[in-house]
């Protein structure tokens, strides 16, 4: 399905369109998951009543990290789908999953009017949420990797990079205007919600988009009627060793996605006046949408390992600093915030390259969604709560400790990448040494 130099007008537009439906997944993402952590300081009394408010947002911290944890399932379920139906058709679940989570979380009462079915109805939308989230990713990068000119990989990769800063961009701006346009006050009664139910609506669009989308040829030519597609025993048992590569590689963006996307702007909303985190986060993403396309490029000039080594160990220094030294500035707040977001803006680059690549078709989404989902809810899911119960107890240093420890797994990574290329199938040592 990737569109030649001399494809037709038609063609050309029509893969547009394909790449527009797949990577804007993401965006609405980006938009939910960023939205949670920023609005949820907001919104936590409402589920969680307490005089404490850092008990209160410790209660929307835990139902985030649930809903991280259920990234392995959603991995492994719509993963093992987009590898038996199709691209597609696991993309169209995933985004229904995602728009009726944001829904729910934006039209449930709150303690005071339903009782405990308002936090059991937030648990569930985010679980919904999370398993959407595990399976989204591998599903959309297996069909953009797919669809993608070999030699622009992970220029196409770029674009959920680009995605996901638009994602956080908006939903930034959207809550610095609503905060600026309704007050405080209104913003903790009621003014939280919009965002959900915008992402929710959002959701039902691109589910129309996707309906439309053609599968990859990919599928069609090299998995479609094979009995060994999505198979679990083949993936952990053939290609166990492309699973723990993967591990290693996404290790560092699961840990720092879980943290510097929920827990700074939670964190940053007690430190600093009402707004100013939003703003943080609306001068970082939107830097970063201008460098994501030229990451790509560059990804694709060096390597993609070679940049994430890049990234991993200018973030060990950069981001350990930022967090530790963190203060309720709007300078600090931004250095803090835009250490992380450079580093998963490097990291969501390539890792749709490298992890694709890894695998073979016939067992790619769910290799790259079981993987991806895993490390995710283990040090995603932890981190939170870990990060939040570190800041009170005046341990930060032993959080950001452990953190970059995950980040730096992205370089034994890519020095076994060649190894255990040498020793997997023919088509996953090209891909790995290409990459």
Not at 403 to 411: E, H, N, R
Request: proline share 5%; with cysteine; net charge positive.
């Amino acid at each position: 399905m990737t569109a030649p130099a001399h494809a037709a007008p038609s063609a050309k537009k029509a893969h547009r369109r394909a790449v527009t439906a797949t990577v804007v997944g993401n965006f609405i993402e980006s938009f939910d998951w960023l939205g949670y952590g920023l609005f949820a300081p907001l919104f936590a009394a409402q589920f969680f009543p307490s005089g404490n408010s850092l008990t209160s947002i410790l209660g929307v911290l835990a139902v985030l990290g649930v809903g991280v944890l259920m990234r392995p399932l959603g991995g492994f379920l719509l993963g093992r789908y987009a590898d038996r139906r199709g691209r597609r058709p696991a993309l169209m679940l995933a985004v229904s999953l995602m728009a009726g989570g944001s829904l729910l979380i934006g039209l449930t009462p709150g303690y005071a009017h339903i009782g405990l079915l308002a936090p059991a109805l937030l648990l569930l939308a985010r679980m919904a949420q999370g398993i959407s989230h595990g399976g989204e990713w591998p599903a959309a990068a297996s069909y953009l990797m797919e669809v993608a000119p070999e030699r622009r990989k992970a220029t196409y990769g770029s674009l959920f990079s680009l995605t996901t800063c638009a994602g956080a961009f908006t939903a930034s701006l959207l809550g610095g205007a609503l905060t600026a346009a309704l007050g405080p006050a209104a913003m903790a009664d009621w003014g939280w919600r919009v965002p959900f139910l915008l992402g929710g609506l959002l959701g039902l669009v691109l589910l129309v988009l996707r309906s439309r989308l053609a599968e990859t040829e990919v599928f069609t030519r090299e998995v479609q009627g094979r009995r060994d597609r999505g198979s679990l025993r083949q993936l952990l048992g053939t290609h166990r060793r492309g699973v723990l590569l993967a591990v290693l590689f996404v290790a560092g963006s699961g840990a720092v996605g879980g943290t510097w996307t929920a827990v700074v702007p939670a964190l940053g909303g007690r430190l600093a006046p009402p707004g100013t985190m939003f703003w943080v986060a609306v001068t970082a993403t939107a830097t970063m949408l201008v460098l994501n396309v030229p990451i790509g490029l560059l990804a694709d000039r060096i390597g993609a390992a070679r940049l994430l080594v890049a990234a991993s160990l200018l973030f060990s220094v950069v981001g350990s600093v930022s967090y530790l030294t963190m203060t309720g500035t709007y300078a600090s707040l931004l250095f803090t915030y835009g250490s992380g977001v450079v580093y998963l803006v490097c990291a969501t680059t390539v890792l749709p390259k490298l992890l694709t690549g890894i695998f073979p078709p016939t067992v790619r989404a769910l290799g790259t969604g079981l993987s991806n989902g895993i490390t995710g809810a283990v040090l995603g899911g932890i981190g939170p709560a870990a990060a939040t119960y570190a800041a009170e107890h005046d341990a930060s240093v032993w959080f950001v400790a452990g953190t970059v420890t995950a980040v730096l797994l992205s370089v034994p990574a890519s020095l076994l990448a060649r190894h255990i290329a040498a020793h997997d199938s023919a088509r996953a040592g090209e891909q790995v040494l290409a990459a």
